[in-house]
Structure formats: structure tokens, C-alpha cells
């Protein structure tokens, strides 16, 4: 019985030590995990976001200038880790804002999206297109000015009282924005990366004594 | 459930039918005006009348004091702008003012249209789209060069680039 147990702790003896062969040949002093999980990651300028509107704006009622608040629809990833959550909250701004009026004229909006608030730094934010002229009566009005032309009567006066539609955007509106800017942001590393640096951390003589017992 | 999904598909919608998809393609899809890209690091907006009423009124648009461009009736012009925001101007005996936000690498449209007024016609200038330039394009003509001021590119320059 006794020759077995030594005959089984000659062979694991044997296994570990071939075991630590192999492993002095990995650079166990770098941190595995530096280049799987890079501390710093850069979410790159022209990065296509979804951004939602969190307020009612309209040609008649917003005022250029004026602020709104903004929500990322989905995060952005940057191989494949989490660099900005979705729900991140940010502003946009009314660019232009003019209401309806006489001779058919039409109500006109520009809104853009100017940045979303990541941390205490602000990810600037382009190509928001959301906006432009509502519905107009233009024609109708150029139709009673030349009818009024040919009438005795003055029809086309009619026209400083025709309105175009007004623009209302509501809240809750989803449209695409663009990153304006390469946004480098320090990141924890991952568990994966933190449970490859654990090892390294340990001095090389210290397994031989694990695997020796 | 069912609500949210229809709020959501009549919010992309709505998103879709505001949206001015500027820049995507510099020159319109349908368009009889071959419109080239902005320089780089530059933005650009074409300025357009359809023809209309007030054929005989120019709609003169300015930033400022600077003149940018006359437009006369069924023309157009293609002026290159710094990026950042720009506050285009026309006046008769009413006046009409755009603010527009020029990116780099974009182009917008913008339409002047002249309303009826009670001594002489009124311009009205406002965002437009690719769409309704490509749908006006086959009657337009370039602004004469004597009427282009400040940015507007010149014949040769357009043929040159495009």
C-alpha cells in the first residue's frame, strides 16, 4: 500500500514539475489581461447614435436658442464593451424657430443635438437633422392673387388671412445623430482581465510550493 | 405592448418625414442640377426660387450687411460656408431671417419663395430638401456671376468641381 501512495506522489511530483517547465516560459511579470482590456478606449468621431427628444417642441412655441433635453437610445459599444449606456442624458438646442404666418406661409424648425453628458465631460454630437418647413398655402394664395386679377373684387386680400400648418415635434422623437469628435474615455478593466492580472501579481516560487503540497 | 410598438413605429415615421437628409448624396437623387461636395472641412447650402409669383423682385439674400446672392426668379446658387451658425437675411418692405447651423461636409437647401404684400412682394426664405430642389431643379438656372457676392461659387468653379 505504502509503494502505491509513494509510486502516485512520484508521478504527481513529476507532472507538476514538468507543469512549471511549460510556465517559465510565459511572461507571467506582464498583466495577461492589458491587451484584451485597454484601460483607455476611443468611441471614434462620425460614431452614428439614435438620440430621442425629451421635450414638445413647435414653430410656434420653441425659441431659438432654447435648450431640450436629450436621451441615447442604445449604447455605444467599442469592441464589444459598454462605453456609453443607453438613457445617457444630454442637451439640444432650437437653431431656428419661426411660426406660421399671412399669405400661406408656414411654420419652420431646426433643431440639433449639441452634446450627451458623459460623466463630468460632454460628448459633442453633429448631423442631427430633425426639422424644416411644415405644410404650406402658398399656392392658394398665388391662385387668389391672380384670380383676384381678374375679378372686380379684391380676393386676393384674402390671403393675409391664410395661414400654413404649424411644425410640432414630439417628444419622445427618435433620429440619428453623429459623434463630432474621437471621445477617449478611461475605462475599469474587465473581470476577465482583472482575473488574468491576479497571477501576475504572485511571486513565481510561490505555486512550486501549492503544487509541492 | 401593441401601443408602445405603434408609438414607436409612428415616432420613426414622423422622425423620418421631418427629417432633412442633407449630405447624404451632395447632388439629389432626381436631380437635373449636378450639385458638387462642399470643400473639405466646409459646408455648403444651395439657395433656389422656384418660379413664381413676384417675377419681377429680386429675393436678395445677405448674412449681415454681406450680400450672399441675388435670386432671381427660377434660379439657384451654391454658397460655401464655415461650419457653425449662420443668420441669412432678405428684406423688402417686410423682412425674413434663417438661422441656419452649417456642419462640415454638408449641403442644405434653402427656397426663397416672394409673398404677395401690400406695396411690393414680400421674400420668405426657408429650410428646404434635396426633394423639393430635385423636383424644381429641371426649371432652374445658376445665378448670373454679377449676382453672386460673397462665397458663392461661379460658374467655372462649379463646372471645375462637379
Redesign the interface.
Known sequence: MQRVLSVVLATALCCASATLRAEDSIPVTEPAGAEVAPSQVTVPSFTEVAVQILAELGSKTST?GETFPIRLVNAIIVDGREIVPAGTEGVGEV??A?GNGG????G?L?L?ARYLQVGDRQLPL??F?????AH?R?GL??TL?VASAASPLPI?LL?FFIKGNQ?T??S????TARTAADFTIELPPTPEAAAAEVPAAVPQDQPTGEVAQ | MKLRVLTTAAALSLTAALAVPAGAADTPTGSAISIPEPPAGKGQIVFFRPSGMGMAMGCTVKEGETKVSSLGNGKYVVVVAEPGTHEYLVRSEAKDALTLLVEADETQFVRCHIKMGIMAGRPDIAPSTPEEFAGASEHLKLVDDDDMGEGALRAAELSSSS
Open positions: 431659438k437653431i431656428h419661426k399669405m400661406g406661409a408656414a419652420e431646426i440639433t453633429r448631423s437633422h430633425v426639422g424644416g418647413t404650406d402658398i394664395v398665388d392673387a386676393g390671403g411644425l415635434v414630439a419622445g422623437t427618435v433620429a
